[in-house]
């Protein structure tokens, strides 16, 4: 297939699934980064947003769980000055997981496809465009794997083997080297949500929801 013929499939799957991203962070006391990683992912959503592979009602929803610091105040300001910034607040800290469904559950009502990302940016963004160049080829799970296990500490190497070892043998099929960084389509938003239980791990859950998926892989900073 041709370069043209394969970006105008790609153009077609965007305009039948639509495009726009929203960006989901979960932030907890994150007031020394959230500004800089503001700065980094609007630059990835300009470059995105100008080879039109993502809409213009794209979006970073900031979840701030219940932050004891200046993130809520930084959250707000960076709403009045930053087209692509949304955010909600918790009124207290609830952790990560229930910060990433509240996040995706306010995202599903106008985002065709979510990223949900750490706010330190420990995971590289620069695998934002190649998951959304995956959502473009039909899928709608991306997982990001990272591929730099080998800079861990041969106790965290073992502990990680063993605990995808044990998840296995309850029968819970997971993606090993993969955290919470990954898009979502918003049918596999909308079947994720499905699952009501009170203490969701994601991680788990994302595997059952059984649409087409694919990895990107990415090394991880420590
Ligand atoms: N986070 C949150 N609520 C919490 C703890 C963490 O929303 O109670 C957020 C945090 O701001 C970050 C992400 O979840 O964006 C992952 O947290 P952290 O960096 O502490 O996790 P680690 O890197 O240790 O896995
Ligand atoms: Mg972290």
């Known amino acids: 297939m041709t370069q043209l013929q394969s970006n105008g499939k790609k153009m077609s799957i965007l305009e039948e699934r639509g495009n726009n991203l929203t960006i989901v962070v979960p932030c907890y006391n994150e007031e020394a980064v959230v500004e800089e990683t503001t700065r980094q992912l609007s630059i990835i959503l300009d470059k995105l947003s100008g080879e039109h592979l993502i809409g213009e009602g794209s979006r970073i929803l900031y979840v701030n769980d219940g932050s004891q610091d200046r993130t809520w105040e930084l959250i707000e300001m960076l709403m009045k000055k930053n087209k692509y910034v949304t955010g909600i607040k918790f009124s207290r800290n609830f952790g990560h997981q229930d910060a990433l469904i509240a996040g995706l559950t306010v995202a599903k009502e106008h985002a065709d496809m979510t990223i949900t990302i750490d706010a330190d940016l420990q995971d590289d963004v620069n695998a934002i465009p ?44 997971m993606v090993p080297n993969h955290a919470d960084f990954r898009l979502l389509s918003r049918r596999a938003m909308v079947g994720l949500l499905k699952y009501k239980e009170e203490n969701l791990f994601l991680r788990g859950i994302v595997p059952l929801v059984g649409y087409p998926s694919s990895k990107v892989y990415y090394a991880r900073k420590s």
Do not use: H, I, P, S
């Open 130 to 173: 190649k998951m959304v160049q995956d959502y473009a080829e039909g899928k709608d799970v991306v997982y990001g794997v990272r591929n730099n296990r080998e800079t861990d500490t041969w106790f965290k190497r073992t502990t990680a083997k063993l605990f995808y070892r044990l998840m296995a043998g309850f029968g819970v099929k």
